[in-house]
């Protein structure tokens, strides 16, 4: 009976997040096993992470993270500032129950105080068994075994890294190394308006869930992998509602050495897949009205790359470079949004943004459990528009860069 509370409680608080090389401190095993293993294992854990930094300058003084999509182009203070918080701090609580050999119902829940001012919020909330996920975790167009090891915490522009709640199905190729996935995400509904444009689209309600469907071969170094996406996606525009598809791939791998030297990458492209890459995901504008009356979806395609190289077991280095570019064209009008609050209304035009990211950093790791950082940040954005103003041509564009200097330190309990 004492077994059976514990399971309850462990499956109720400890369902599933990333799972670390260490055991967790704070862990109960039941007394009967089967195959040598506790028929039932939860522990409590915690990822505790200091975020500091230093904007030497540019536009991302407002910004807990270095964002290259919300630069504000047309802004003009370089002020530097000073920021230090540990919102990202993570609290984790999991559960395994094996039911017999090979069947194992492995749960999680993950919470940090990402919220705003730091409110707890949920990061994963699943239950999983041999070939089925329930619940929130890395969408399945991403690659959620890839992370360059940094201490800033948005990654490179055109990263895939959200968290959304899904139903997945994986099996294999009747060869281990060849894993296949497939998924029906939730859709993505958290329009806001981008900086320096408006086109004048609300939110509609989505009623069908995204499509993903991926394959992975393993390697002993490592793994490839390629993923795909499908989705029919509404609009509003003129109190009238309409659809479009959206469809993208994605390229990734990661190459690691005996010594743990390893590169990563990540390459995507698409049309209507801009809510699912990291610096403008959630900004609503997967597609947009052109001079017809119609809804297109916006092509946008991107990538990054990573080298993580350990002079010793302990003291190591990475080096990360990405970029992003989606584009509208032929867009019915577009509102400017210059400086000091000043709006121009551009008609049967372009626009066309670039985004490029750059990290460099040293880490230590004086004991094992802990890490510690330091990092230069670096990257730029830029966006080109063209069309009628005023009754006149006008074509002109923007470019703005920033920098900051990220520290902090990462302790698994």
């Known amino acids: 009976m004492m077994v059976r509370n514990h399971f309850l409680f462990c499956s109720l608080l400890c369902l599933p997040a990333l799972l670390l090389s260490q055991d967790r401190y704070l862990s109960l095993s039941s007394k009967d096993s089967i195959d040598g293993l506790p028929k039932l294992r939860g522990s ?53 129950y094996v039911e ?40 399945n167009f991403g690659d959620e075994d890839i992370w360059p090891n940094i201490m800033e915490w948005e990654g490179p522009p055109s990263g895939i890294w959200l968290r959304t709640p899904h ?45 993903t469907f991926a394959i992975k071969n393993k390697y002993d170094w490592g793994h490839i992998r390629l993923s795909s996406i499908l989705r029919n996606i509404r609009y509003k525009f003129n109190d009238q509602t309409d659809n479009f598809l959206g469809y993208g791939l994605a390229f990734s791998g990661i190459y690691a050495t005996d010594r743990k030297n390893n590169l990563q ?99 230590y790791e004086p004991f094992p459990r802990m890490t510690i950082g330091l990092e230069l940040d670096y990257g730029a954005k830029e966006i080109n528009f063209e069309g009628i103003a005023n009754g006149d041509f006008i074509e002109d564009g923007k470019v703005r860069d920033a920098m900051r200097i990220s520290f902090g330190f990462m302790f698994y309990l």
Do not use: C
């Open 44 to 96: 409590v854990g915690a990822n505790l992470k200091l975020n500091g930094f230093y904007d030497v300058f540019g536009g991302l003084q407002e910004s807990e993270t270095f964002n290259v999509g919300m630069i504000d182009v047309f802004g003009t203070d370089d002020s530097s500032s000073f920021h230090m918080d540990l919102y990202q701090t993570q609290i984790k609580l999991e559960a395994t």
């Open 100 to 139: 017999k050999e090979e069947q194992k119902v492995y749960s999680l829940v993950e919470f940090d105080f990402w919220g705003g001012n730091g409110r707890m919020r949920l990061r994963k909330a699943f239950v999983e068994s041999r070939h089925w996920q329930i619940g929130q975790n890395w969408n």
């Open 167 to 211: 139903i997945k199905y994986s099996n294999n190729f009747k060869k281990d190394s060849w894993i296949y996935e497939i998924s029906l995400e939730a859709p993505i509904t958290n329009y806001i308006s981008l900086q320096e444009i408006d086109l004048d689209v609300e939110e509609a309600y989505q009623v069908t869930p995204d499509l």
């Open 265 to 363: 990458f990540q390459f995507v492209g698409g049309t209507g897949i801009t809510a699912y890459m990291t610096s403008i995901s959630g900004l609503g504008y997967d597609g947009y009205p052109n001079i017809d009356d119609q809804f297109v979806s916006t092509p946008a395609f991107g990538g990054w790359i990573s080298y993580e190289y350990f002079f010793t077991p302990r003291f190591h280095s990475n080096v990360v470079f990405g970029s992003t570019k989606y584009d509208f064209y032929d867009v019915k009008d577009i509102v400017l949004k210059g400086d000091e609050d000043q709006e121009e209304t551009v008609y049967q035009g372009d626009f066309n943004n670039f985004h490029f990211y750059g990290i460099i950093n040293l880490m």
